[in-house]
């Protein structure tokens, strides 16, 4: 549960910073 949880938070935060990043 617990590495599942963080793996979704890291995609999140990569797919966001990949967004952000130009």
């Given at each position: 549960m617990?590495?599942s949880?963080?793996?979704?938070?890291?995609d999140d935060?990569?797919?966001a910073?990949?967004?952000?990043?130009p």
């Amino acid at each position: 549960m617990d590495g599942s949880r963080r793996g979704h938070v890291i995609d999140d935060a990569l797919l966001a910073s990949f967004l952000t990043s130009p």
